[in-house]
């Protein structure tokens, strides 16, 4: 009888709706997307499927609390810092988030398109815009400014995410394929893509990703603070 208890106690304490995220986020950082079901739920916290059910509503609900979860910490950022300086660290936690969650980049991009009012769009939305208008970017311009960082952020992220719908890439060899193929092109055709064939092998994608990001914000200050 004591055991049991004890079990009953244990399975009240975890079975809680951030429990359930946080297990939700474990299953898809280990296979992707489709390991994120009712039935693995339910063996990894010891559980029925109603219990679960009763906490989160449905799996596109949960999905959606999972991307919320991982976006939350990536942008959990120290209050003063400038406003420019504000951007980057957002914009590299999600970059890191990514690298971290290869499931995130897709769930992000399906997020701001499917549920523009959804926590993961408002908080991602809300993170950049605050040190866009701190910038002195006009109130009139405060949309699409903020519109062209998430843009840029969350398709540069997608696109060096190292997993894609769970087809792993070695970086090394691809970038190193993709390389000789540029070199091997002919030189009269394509005599800037063979130019830049080494860099493109050797480049670092956290370092090429802040690069556009500040070519973003160089952007904004020649239009809106430095401009007319």
């Given at each position: 009888m004591a055991v049991r208890t004890h079990q009953s106690q244990r399975r009240r304490q975890?079975?809680?709706r951030e429990r359930i995220v946080e297990t939700a986020v474990e299953l898809l950082d280990a296979s992707g997307k489709?390991?994120?079901?009712?039935r693995?739920?339910?063996g990894r916290l010891a559980t029925g499927s109603g219990a679960i059910y009763w906490h989160i509503g449905n799996m596109d609900e949960l999905l959606e609390a999972?991307?919320?979860a991982v976006v939350a910490t990536a942008l959990a950022r120290p209050a003063e810092v400038a406003p420019q300086d504000e951007i980057r660290a957002v914009a590299l936690g999600l970059f890191d988030?990514?690298?971290e969650h290869p499931w995130l980049a897709a769930q992000l991009a399906a997020q701001l398109v499917r549920n523009p009012w959804g926590p993961v769009t408002l908080r991602i939305f809300e993170s950049v815009g605050r040190p866009v208008s701190a910038l002195g970017v006009p109130r009139d311009d405060w949309f699409t400014t903020t519109s062209t960082l998430v843009h840029y952020v969350l398709g540069a992220t997608a696109q060096t995410s190292q997993r894609a719908d769970g087809?792993?890439?070695?970086r090394a060899e691809f970038l190193a394929t993709a390389s000789?193929?540029?070199r091997d092109l002919d030189p009269d055709d394509y005599p800037f893509m063979r130019a830049i064939a080494d860099q493109m092998r050797e480049h670092d994608d956290r370092e090429q990703f802040l690069t556009g990001v500040n070519l973003v914000l160089t952007g904004i200050?020649?239009?809106h603070i430095k401009g007319d």
């Open positions: 975890v079975l809680t489709d390991a994120l079901t009712v693995a739920l339910t999972a991307t919320d988030a990514v690298a087809f792993e890439v070695d000789k193929a540029w200050a020649a239009l």
